[in-house]
């Protein structure tokens, strides 16, 4: 069982920075592969980010390629999304989700999802 819980979010200029942290618990944390979706309003759920349970292996959507990084930090439980060079398409709710490996968080076979995080961008 994994607990997730977002937080980060808020409002930011066009060219800004934010930085979503997830903190997680629960006693499979170390090996779980984690990741970040976004939904914006009318839109499907859409991949963002995973990174495996040691954190060696990393993928990222290619909407965010250059401009999004992911870490995680096992010591203190938690993953964090960095987002630099922000657009107002990167605008939408950012969930924080695990599952048992990176390819399984890049395909959505999530078993645990955070409550979700709201982040927007203005021009």
């Known amino acids: 069982q994994v607990q997730l819980e977002e937080s980060g979010g808020g409002l930011a200029q066009a060219g800004g920075s934010l930085r979503l942290s997830c903190a997680a618990s629960?006693?499979?944390?170390?090996?779980?592969?984690l990741g970040w979706f976004r939904q914006a309003p009318g839109k499907e759920r859409e991949f963002v980010a995973a990174?495996?349970?040691?954190?060696?292996?990393?993928k990222l959507a290619d909407s965010v390629k250059g401009r999004f990084t992911i870490s995680r930090d096992n010591a203190e439980n938690t993953v964090l999304l960095q987002m630099n060079s922000l657009k107002p398409e990167d605008t939408a709710v950012y969930y924080c989700?695990?599952?048992?490996?990176?390819?399984?968080?890049?395909?959505?076979?999530?078993?645990?999802w955070g409550q979700g995080t709201q982040v927007t961008v203005s021009s």
């Open positions: 989700a695990a599952a048992a490996a990176t390819a399984l968080v890049q395909n959505g076979r999530i078993n645990y």
């Open positions: 629960g006693r499979t944390f170390s090996t779980s592969a």
């Open positions: 990174i495996s349970g040691n954190g060696g292996t990393t």
